[in-house]
């Protein structure tokens, strides 16, 4: 069993999140700084906005990890939407992907040259888009991790029971494991500790992560309040002070040992595990969530022929270093002078979950 340990003060307590910000840093005071990778994109927005790193900058550099689903989704999936619109399929999209841009533009540019992408609140939306127009082919545009593969999953499973055939979803969802063992096998790694998802540990359970404490890595899993994320914070700087690799569970009240079992049936139900493009990480293997064979017909991938020209990299965008916690988002060059909120030239600075937007944000000054 993993040890739980939650704090027992009000969870929006101002003065209980300076008390354990003031104590991880007492526990630094007389140690070497270290290098904490928040995974979660809403981590890196609520470090960023409620001024933790500012307060414990000389102490701890936190850095960015690949939690952010709009910002490693791979520019060749991008393409393949893109096309797919210009195809004539009405392309169906969370907000965020829209504005997106790429070597072969946006998806909002292919909706001002005529293509049908709507962005949708749900999956559910889209199936229900595709009852009301049958004489129009329907695709999802499905990315995210382990917290919206459920949702994915329904969906699919709805359309199946209903027979729609104008209705398929193009996966390009992936799973939060797999890519943090790529991070901690690379040997120039310097991560002393992670805060893990708490989205992604409610569906897929705290033991989920047990393998890192072969790396002799501590890592804690952090809910996403100011109190919550300050004690999660104090709790890895006494477990890397310590030397005490593993999984400390600090969202037991959503977070369960083995999660949502529910929820993971109708994952593999409708999914298998395969090997999937990360931007920055490349091809990382057994990482993605494929729609299974008996499905085909629902696989958007599958079932429109859509040729797709050779995806070009965004010239200059550092994105994909920004993910892979190598940098942060105010040593690329293009940080707050061409790449704005307003002219973003990557996925990071588009993203309600992307660090050069919650940096720009909150702490480029």
Known sequence: MHEKSDPAPDLYDARATDAFLSLAGDLLRQASPVTVMEVCGTHT????????????GPVVKFISGPGCPVCVTDEQDLTWAIHAAHAGVVLHVPGDMLRVPTGNGSLSEARSRGGDVRVVYSPSDSVKAAKEEPDRQHAYFGVGFETTAPAIALALERAVD???????????????????????????????????????????????????????????????????IAYAVYTLVSCILERRPGVLNCYTRLVSEDGNELAQQHMAACFERRDAAWRGFGIVPGSGLAIRTRFAAYDAARKHAVIARAVQATEGCMCASVVMGRISPGECPLFSR???????????????EGACAAYYAFDRR
């Open 338 to 352: 061409r790449c704005t909120p307003k002219t973003p030239v990557g996925p990071c600075m588009v993203s309600g």
């Open 162 to 228: 209903s027979g729609l055939s104008n209705f398929s979803i193009y996966s390009a969802l992936k799973t939060m494991p797999a890519v943090l063992r790529t991070i901690l096998d690379q040997p120039e790694s310097r991560i002393d500790g992670f805060l893990l998802p708490g989205h992604v540990s409610t569906i897929t359970g705290a033991r989920a992560f047990d393998f890192m404490k072969a790396y002799g890595v501590p890592a804690v899993i952090a809910g996403f309040t100011p109190v919550e």
């Open 45 to 56: 927005w609520a470090i960023s906005r409620f001024g933790f790193a500012g307060r414990l």
